[in-house]
């Protein structure tokens, strides 16, 4: 704290070798505690798509195109999972802001535009046929 005081009234700040360590060993806490904040909320996301893309391809090798459409089930599973891991974890946070909430609707928003512009586009082009739906991908 001392380090702290001398950096804003602008005097030189003279460390012992006691205090860098200590200061050290707070900045290497908080990044291992960052990383477990990380991992922990990321993982569920990599096991529920994991483990859907390998059904999902599963099911196209074995059953050609009737698996297409399974794998079509198996990503609204998906989407469902994610958005109801995401509203957990969102509860379980620490309280954010109004700007972080203001920011996260903003991107929810954005991604309801872009499904709904491609669910449209998909409307409009009259055929669901496999070429032209992995072109408009």
């Known amino acids: 704290m001392r380090l702290l005081e001398g950096a804003i009234m602008g005097e030189a700040a003279n460390v012992t070798n006691e205090e860098a ?22 993982s569920p996301y990599l096991i529920i798509w994991g483990a859907i893309w390998i059904a999902g391809f599963t099911a196209v090798h ?15 599973v998906g989407i469902i999972l994610s958005v109801a891991v995401g509203v957990y974890y969102g509860r379980s946070a620490p309280v954010r802001s109004a700007v972080d909430k203001k ?35």
């Open 21 to 42: 360590k200590e200061s050290l060993d707070v900045i290497k806490d908080t990044m291992a505690r960052c990383r477990k904040g990380i991992a922990a909320t990321g």
């Open 62 to 76: 074995f059953w050609g195109e009737p698996g297409g459409w399974i794998f079509t089930g198996l990503d609204v």
């Open 103 to 137: 920011m996260l609707r903003r991107i929810m928003w954005f991604w309801i535009a872009v499904f709904g512009y491609i669910g449209l586009l998909l409307v409009l082009m009259g055929s669901h046929e496999q070429l032209k739906c992995t072109a408009l991908v």
